[in-house]
């Protein structure tokens, strides 16, 4: 059981480039959540999904899209990288008969 | 969105000592979790909480879950060196999403050995 785990570590970007972010997780949790952590303004929900098929936007949504076609799979797209998206992405999982959210290792994402 | 106001925002203590750190909202809170994240790491799960006047340790930690429903509070015991992290709130509010956790911005802690 490896709960939630997330792909790459780390990234370097181009300013205008793209590319998803990877979140998987091995606990058939109906939430999933992307979040990102930047210093001083602590944790801020991205999107986030209430099962397959089913996705909704968090308070920073602008510049991100998402899907999930599967409950384990929760895929975080940049569509064109900007400086401002710099920063640690986290993805989260939780079951629907529970509150308890699991957090991924995180992606550090540097946009040049 | 709603507000949780985590306190104090870093602390710097000696090997040995006992910490205490608390979070407070204006508005009803049904869940608090609390979390650990260590340099580099993702956020871990340290307690959760889910009835007023609740009392939950695990290990050194105790967390409380406020009567008024509106606060939190965590305890660490006999503190030691990798202790050192950043310790959030979070929780879910009365009449809020249910999909959606609000986060306190975190206590540093630093432990000198």
């Known amino acids: 059981n490896a709960g939630v785990t997330q792909t790459p570590k780390f990234q370097v970007l181009k300013t205008g480039q793209s590319m998803t972010l990877q979140c998987a997780q091995d606990?058939?949790?109906?939430?999933m959540s992307w979040y990102r952590q930047d210093p001083g303004m602590g944790l801020r929900l991205i999107h986030y999904?209430?099962?397959?098929?089913?996705?909704d936007q968090g308070e920073v949504p602008n510049g991100y899209n998402v899907s999930r076609s599967t409950t384990e799979d929760f895929p975080l797209r940049l569509l064109s990288a900007a400086p401002s998206q710099t920063s640690v992405y986290f993805c989260?999982?939780?079951?629907?008969?529970?509150?308890?959210?699991?957090f991924g290792p995180g992606t550090r994402l540097t946009v040049t | 969105g709603q507000q949780l106001n985590q306190s104090p925002q870093s602390m710097f203590i000696q090997e040995g000592e006992d910490v205490s750190m608390n979070c407070t909202s204006s508005?009803?809170?049904?869940?608090w979790l609390w979390y650990k994240q260590d340099p580099g790491e993702g956020p871990v799960l340290l307690i959760a909480l889910y009835k007023a006047g609740e009392l939950t340790s695990n290990g050194r930690l105790t967390a409380q879950f406020g009567i008024t429903r509106k606060d939190s509070f965590l305890n660490i015991s006999a503190s030691i060196p990798s202790d050192v992290g950043i310790y959030f709130c979070?929780?879910?509010?009365?009449?809020?999403?249910?999909?959606?956790?609000?986060f306190g911005k975190g206590t540093l802690l630093t432990v000198n050995p």
């Open positions: 999904s209430v099962g397959a098929g089913i996705t």
């Open positions: 989260a999982s939780r079951s629907g008969f529970s509150y308890e959210q699991y």
């Open positions: 979070a929780g879910f509010y009365s009449g809020g999403s249910n999909y959606k956790l609000t």
């Open positions: 606990m058939n949790h109906e939430y």
């Open positions: 508005s009803i809170f049904n869940t």
